[in-house]
């Protein structure tokens, strides 16, 4: 399993990268953690003749939070936003949600761009980044552009980024109320057989806002704008979930492969994004 | 690219590998430094056999360009004890049967050593999901687990003896 031969850059800041993406277009790519591209690589499903490792740059590894927001650089590591006590205390489903990724090995070297930025519809990261309604920045060669997380992706391995652009930053409002991210999978390391991230805000004894997403569910990450308006103004109580999760069942497209039929994803998706609507709701 | 001169410190002594950046951190490590501790298992990141330390990072060697690691301090398990002087951890699988086949172990082992760095004090739950990259065919990892607990235990009263 030895991958085609490329050329190896290791620029040390977003403008050199950029500046190799110009020149080389579609024959570079950018690599990150590499736990997506390298595998990928391996298989010689993905080929590359000019590799950009952007682990020099260090304008990409930071985790920020001021005025209500979290900022992540691209190439933050889910090893760092699990141990960033600060980004527990701000947003703590982003914890739960990079806990359930890989195992620690791959969490070491995975980062939350690369989860986001390529695509992938078994990433877990791109669905969470829904359900806070996150915006992506993408630095090209003519400036830089903000894309909603919810407006990011289009097909499996298909987004509004274009070759020359890199996903540099990730940044959302500080999430307020209950949080839950649930992920069914078969095994530690597996993709999600379904995964739903909730997070809710409660008045009294009713709910005011909320918003769920689904991931690996559809060939794209699903932010179900139905199964949180069904939840606003409700108790969050076993009807009112029930609808809810009617509502988010309804907007997703799963399809068959090795971790079941459909009715099956069907079935188990609405078990995790009622246990998602119920985990949050007991901490709002 | 063809062969690239790559420096890299492993097991603390600098040494200078010829390689292309394609080749994988796990064949530089066992085919030109002679280091053949680290196994190569699944080759897909899944199993945990290649796992060695990179920056101070438990990283599966399978998934790692040579050119990757160009200027990384990596340890392998050669670095932390010999037949002669084996590691806490070495002497906890073997009093405690953590290990069978001993394919997984030196894997096993190394990111132990990680999870004790970052965590000396683990529960039982935190080691089983701190190993949770590592797979033992062997074992049904309980041994495994009652090994690194008790290398944790041991490590932990000789540094309070010292104090």
């Given at each position: 399993?030895i991958?085609?031969a490329f050329?190896?850059?290791?620029?040390?800041?977003?403008?050199?990268?950029?500046?190799?993406?110009s020149?080389?277009?579609?024959?570079?790519?950018?690599?990150?953690?590499?736990?997506?591209?390298?595998?990928?690589?391996k298989?010689?499903?993905?080929?590359?003749?000019?590799?950009?490792?952007?682990?020099?740059?260090?304008?990409?590894?930071?985790?920020?939070?001021a005025?209500?927001?979290?900022?992540?650089?691209?190439?933050?590591?889910q090893?760092?936003?699990?141990?960033?006590?600060?980004?527990?205390?701000?947003?703590?489903?982003?914890r739960?949600?990079?806990?359930?990724?890989?195992?620690?090995?791959?969490?070491?070297?995975?980062?939350?761009?690369?989860?986001?930025?390529n695509?992938?519809?078994?990433?877990?990261?791109?669905?969470?980044?829904?359900?806070?309604?996150?915006?992506?920045?993408?630095?090209?060669?003519?400036?830089?552009?903000?894309?909603?997380?919810?407006?990011?992706?289009?097909?499996?391995?298909?987004?509004?980024?274009?070759?020359?652009?890199?996903?540099?930053?990730?940044?959302?409002?500080?999430?307020?109320?209950?949080?839950?991210?649930?992920?069914?999978?078969?095994?530690?390391?597996?993709?999600?057989t379904?995964?739903?991230?909730?997070?809710?805000?409660?008045?009294?004894?009713l709910?005011?806002?909320?918003?769920?997403?689904?991931?690996?569910?559809?060939?794209?990450?699903?932010?179900?704008?139905?199964?949180?308006?069904?939840?606003?103004?409700?108790d969050?109580?076993?009807?009112?979930?029930?609808?809810?999760?009617?509502?988010?069942?309804?907007?997703?497209?799963?399809?068959?492969?090795?971790?079941?039929?459909?009715?099956?994803?069907?079935?188990?998706?609405?078990?995790?994004?009622?246990?998602?609507?119920?985990?949050?709701?007991s901490?709002? | 690219?063809?062969?690239?001169?790559?420096?890299?410190?492993?097991?603390?002594?600098?040494?200078?590998?010829?390689?292309?950046?394609?080749?994988?951190?796990?064949?530089?490590?066992?085919?030109k430094?002679?280091?053949?501790?680290?196994?190569?298992?699944?080759?897909?990141?899944?199993?945990?056999?290649?796992?060695?330390?990179?920056?101070?990072?438990?990283?599966?060697?399978?998934?790692?360009?040579?050119?990757?690691?160009?200027?990384?301090?990596?340890?392998?398990?050669?670095g932390?004890?010999?037949?002669d002087?084996?590691?806490?951890?070495?002497?906890?699988?073997?009093e405690?049967?953590?290990?069978?086949?001993?394919?997984?172990?030196?894997?096993?082992?190394?990111?132990?050593?990680?999870?004790?760095?970052?965590?000396?004090?683990?529960?039982?739950?935190?080691?089983?999901?701190?190993?949770?990259?590592?797979?033992?065919?062997?074992?049904?990892?309980?041994?495994?687990?009652?090994?690194i607990?008790?290398?944790?235990?041991?490590?932990?009263?000789?540094?309070?003896?010292?104090?």
């Open positions: 399993m991958p085609a050329e190896y850059h290791r620029p040390s800041d977003v403008a050199g990268a950029l500046s190799l993406l020149t080389h277009g579609d024959d570079a790519r950018v690599l990150a953690g590499g736990h997506s591209l390298i595998p990928m690589m298989l010689r499903m993905a080929s590359v003749e000019h590799l950009v490792d952007l682990q020099d740059v260090a304008e990409l590894k930071g985790i920020s939070v005025d209500g927001h979290v900022t992540l650089g691209a190439m933050v590591t090893h760092s936003l699990i141990e960033s006590a600060e980004l527990a205390e701000a947003a703590p489903i982003v739960e949600a990079a806990l359930q990724i890989a195992d620690p090995q791959v969490r070491y070297m995975g980062t939350v761009g690369g989860n986001v930025a695509g992938d519809p078994g990433n877990d990261m791109p669905g969470l980044m829904q359900c806070l309604d996150a915006r992506f920045t993408l630095q090209g060669p003519n400036g830089s552009r903000e894309v909603a997380a919810r407006a990011y992706y289009e097909a499996a391995y298909f987004t509004a980024r274009a070759d020359d652009e890199i996903l540099t930053q990730i940044s959302f409002a500080v999430p307020v109320g209950g949080y839950a991210y649930e992920k069914q999978k078969r095994k530690v390391g597996d993709y999600a379904a995964a739903c991230g909730v997070v809710l805000a409660k008045e009294g004894a709910c005011t806002s909320a918003s769920v997403a689904m991931t690996n569910l559809a060939d794209v990450p699903v932010w179900s704008e139905a199964a949180g308006a069904a939840l606003v103004g409700t969050c109580g076993p009807e009112a979930v029930k609808t809810a999760v009617a509502a988010a069942v309804a907007d997703i497209d799963p399809a068959e492969d090795n971790r079941g039929p459909v009715a099956f994803k069907r079935h188990v998706a609405g078990i995790i994004i009622g246990r998602a609507i119920s985990r949050a709701w901490r709002a | 690219m063809g062969k690239q001169i790559y420096k890299m410190t492993v097991n603390g002594q600098v040494k200078e590998v010829m390689a292309e950046p394609r080749e994988l951190l796990i064949y530089v490590l066992r085919e430094l002679d280091l053949t501790g680290p196994h190569v298992g699944c080759e897909t990141s899944h199993c945990g056999a290649c796992t060695v330390e990179m920056n101070g990072m438990s990283v599966k060697s399978c998934t790692v360009f040579a050119a990757q690691a160009d200027g990384a301090e990596i340890t392998t398990i050669e932390l004890g010999d037949p002087g084996l590691h806490v951890l070495q002497e906890a699988f073997k405690h049967h953590g290990l069978q086949c001993g394919y997984c172990t030196p894997g096993m082992i190394t990111r132990a050593h990680r999870l004790l760095q970052e965590n000396p004090n683990p529960t039982e739950v935190e080691v089983r999901m701190g190993i949770a990259g590592n797979l033992c065919r062997c074992t049904g990892y309980q041994n495994i687990v009652k090994s607990l008790a290398a944790a235990a041991q490590i932990n009263a000789a540094k309070e003896a010292a104090e």
